[in-house]
């Protein structure tokens, strides 16, 4: 017998949104004397209030119970839900089963709202077979059915379908406009709410796809008063990530973190969308300065499958573990072949270009960015470029044109309500400003980075800008200088990792690490940083760098005589002009330097003609050779330093 008390509350409830309580209500009585209605009831409420498997169950109950009323449009109904359900868990053989099935309960049935929900549904598998011209015929069918049958959720989804085909086409402006006006009934309380958060969802996955984060923003906004209105606390799924990523890109970390943190808990069994979820939390936390959990939580979303990117390559590059930053980068590039995907993967390519002094490779970014944000014309697209190339003059010593860039950068990310990103873009001004000898409007971008990280609570940038002022005040910051460079590298190390495992490679590169700084100390050279397995130092004059150089190599021999085993060092040498930026150089020639290390054979001493010709250099030479180097017009001129007379 059924408690018609608890059955009436719980009926009650659901009408005011009120979805644990429906759920518990509900969930308390006997299920098998549930009405199909109730059922369907049940399966609503356990949805909204986080219980995924008990709502496909429920809903499943309540298609069995239409089904063997006769009750045909109901069970076609309750299919097309199921169909959706299990097409978000990435179950297509039970996805398109449940879709075939409403297709024959509604052939034959006189036109209804049924009917356009099936037309909805096929929208989604013609876009998983690419065929947007199907896309658009039933996407038009749906929005025809529902003006017909005064239908305002049909309406509506129809609208934002046509408006996101249009996009699609290229046509943002007109595209995005029947968005808006779709997502305006969703939000003003005009549709039910499964419509309503469905339009919502589809408009932030347009607005990100088209990097447009202010009128994805604006749209959560909007959303968000309307949840209040509506009694809804969340709209499950991926939406939370989505969301999640506006409030990251506006500094609400906390509140992004709690968001996304709740998408990859409540992920409605739908592994992609978890895997987001983790993503988005590691994002948050790379921002936060806790590399550890930054890393916890990639790794989490790389086994969920989402591949975690650019975050992991970031990661990589703010532990001072370049190459593999590098490689991290590069592989993701190489698997992205959409614009817009790539887009958001090269302002880190540039990034880590950069720190590893790879101006050529920063350049080839920087442009395809460039263009990228030239055909969609998103504003944050276009901030990202300008400052992705403002970094990328600075390193080609050309300041002015990289001050122009940067401060366009600053006001449109400004302008976007983007802090984290345009406290970036003013340290990359400050750095431009000390290149271009502007000490004061370096330290003045610096303060108001380092105001912005630490209201962000952004701990290792804040601490990095504070850095970067403490060494303005060194009399040759800024200063153009001359010095020669050195680039070392351990050769093969990715295979000496797998050979000899990453406990034993630890103890190898400690070892290394120590021997590296001992030499370079000795000869009254600095450490610039580390490049994960091998060295930037610099130097006063090209002897001093040549000795260490040659120490090293001999040290190296030395300990394979003694120990059995020293890894294989290559090593670059080049004397160059550049600018002291702080703790670190930028011009061409620290580029040249890089490339020349890049192209040493292990155990070899490569140093440019002109350097060994600038100093005197206590060491034979081998003969002259031309190389081309990445990055540089004209070919250079090298040769291999002999250190090994006299070991």
Known sequence: MTDTTTLERARQALDAHAWQQAYEGFASLDLGDLSSEDLERLAEAAWWSAHPNESLDAFERAYAAFSAGGKRRDAARVSLRLAMEYADRLDSAVWNGWLQRASRLLAGEPESVEHGWLELCLVRSAFERGGIEEVERHAVAAQEIGARLDDRDLQA?????????????????????????????????????????????????????????????????????????????????????????????????????????????????????????????????????????????????????????????????????????????????????????????????????????????????????????????????????????????????????????????????????????????????????????????????????KDAFERLGAVRDAERCEEMIRAGDASDAGRRVVRTFMFTDIVGSTDLVRTIGDEAWEGILRWHDETLRTQIGAHRGEVVHTTGDGFFASFGDASAAASCAVAIQRRLVDHRRKHGFAPQVRIGLHSAEATMIADDYAGLGVHEAARVGAIAEAGEILATVSTVSSGAIPFGVGDEREVSLKGLDEPVQVVAIDWRVGT
């Open 157 to 449: 989804f129809g609208l934002a379908l046509q408006g996101v085909i249009m996009v699609m086409h290229t046509q943002l402006e007109q595209g995005l406009s029947l968005v808006d006006e779709a997502t305006l009934a969703a939000v003003g309380g005009e549709l039910t709410p499964y419509a309503a958060g469905n339009i919502y969802c589809l408009t932030i996955g347009i607005c990100r796809s088209v990097a447009d984060y202010r009128r994805a923003s604006e749209w959560t906004e909007a959303a968000a008063r309307w949840c209040e209105r509506e009694a809804i606390t969340a709209f499950p799924g991926v939406c939370r990530v989505q969301r999640a990523e506006i409030m990251r890109l506006r500094g609400s970390y906390a509140e992004a973190e709690d968001e996304a943190s709740k998408a990859r808990i409540e992920a409605f069994g739908r592994l992609p969308q978890a895997g987001a979820g983790a993503n988005e939390v590691g994002e948050v936390r790379l921002r936060r300065g806790d590399l550890d959990g930054a890393e916890e939580a990639f790794e989490q979303a790389h086994r969920l499958g989402n591949e975690a990117q650019p975050g992991i390559a970031l990661l990589r590059l703010a532990r001072g573990q370049f190459d593999a930053a590098r490689s991290s980068i590069g592989t993701a590039l190489a698997e992205a072949g959409d614009p817009l995907d790539r887009a958001r993967l090269l302002p880190a390519r540039v990034e880590i270009a950069l720190a590893a002094y790879d101006v050529a490779e920063a350049r080839e970014a920087a442009e395809e960015l460039a263009a990228t944000a030239e055909a969609i014309g998103a504003p944050m697209l276009q901030a990202a470029a300008r400052q992705a190339l403002g970094a990328t003059l600075t390193y080609e010593e050309d300041p002015a044109a990289a001050i122009a860039e940067l401060r366009k950068a600053v006001r449109a990310w400004t302008g976007s309500d983007a802090p984290f990103e345009a406290a970036q873009a003013r340290r990359w001004l400050a750095v431009a400003c000390r290149a271009g000898g502007d000490e004061a409007s370096a330290v003045l971008e610096l303060r108001a980075a």
